[in-house]
């Protein structure tokens, strides 16, 4: 009697999201940063929203040294949250500030951090925004001509060059009309 044909032996599928190991694998290098794990460096635009994690990178935190006389079963001080932010946005930053820290300690579970300490630099490893449109040369010439002859009966000749010089900008623009 022949025996039933049986497959060789398979492997059970064990696949591990690469999301899954970066935590593990660079926690050791946050810890030297203050960090206590991985997720508030990885989950910052969601702790902090889109708007405020486009121009802001928690640094490191920095945490308190503990005082001699100190009881060991006193609760942490909590620490300070040192951040990068991008030129004039600290403003709004350091008006959110009391926002920023709680959602920075809800998403941690416990108060952590009692302060920000900003940072105004340039953000590391982000291209340069140019926010200024870009407009086509040949446009731009066409509108200069454009706006001259309308500011031509200005008497200021400053005035009239700076209204030129607006004028060309404004009509060189590409405004696209929205459908009301």
């Known amino acids: 009697m022949k025996t039933p044909f049986k497959p060789p032996f398979k492997r059970k ?18 810890a030297k940063q203050g960090f206590g794990e991985s997720s508030l460096i ?9 708007r405020l994690a486009s121009r802001t990178e928690p640094l490191r935190l920095q945490w308190p040294t503990r005082a001699p006389n100190r009881s060991p ?4 001080e909590p620490a300070t949250l040192i951040m990068r932010v991008e030129g004039a946005f600290a403003i709004e930053v350091q008006h959110l ?23 105004q630099a340039p953000l590391e490893g982000r291209p340069d925004r140019d926010k200024r449109p870009k ?16 500011t031509q009966s200005v008497a200021d000749p400053d005035l009239r060059a700076a ?9 060189a623009q590409d405004h696209k009309k929205s459908p009301a």
């Not at 696949?15 to 290098?29: E, F, K, M, Q, S």
């Open 163 to 171: 209204l030129t010089r607006l004028g060309t900008k404004v009509l």
């Open 135 to 150: 407009i086509d040369p040949v446009r731009e010439a066409l509108a200069g001509k454009q706006a001259e002859s309308v």
């Open 73 to 76: 079963d006193a609760p942490p």
């Open 97 to 119: 500030s009391a926002v920023i820290i709680d959602r920075v300690n809800a998403h941690l579970g416990w108060r952590c951090v009692g302060r920000l300490a900003i940072r």
């Open 13 to 30: 599928a064990s696949g591990v999201a690469l999301a899954d190991l970066i935590g593990a694998a660079i926690n050791p290098l946050l």
């Open 42 to 50: 990885m989950d910052w635009p969601d702790i902090v929203g889109e």
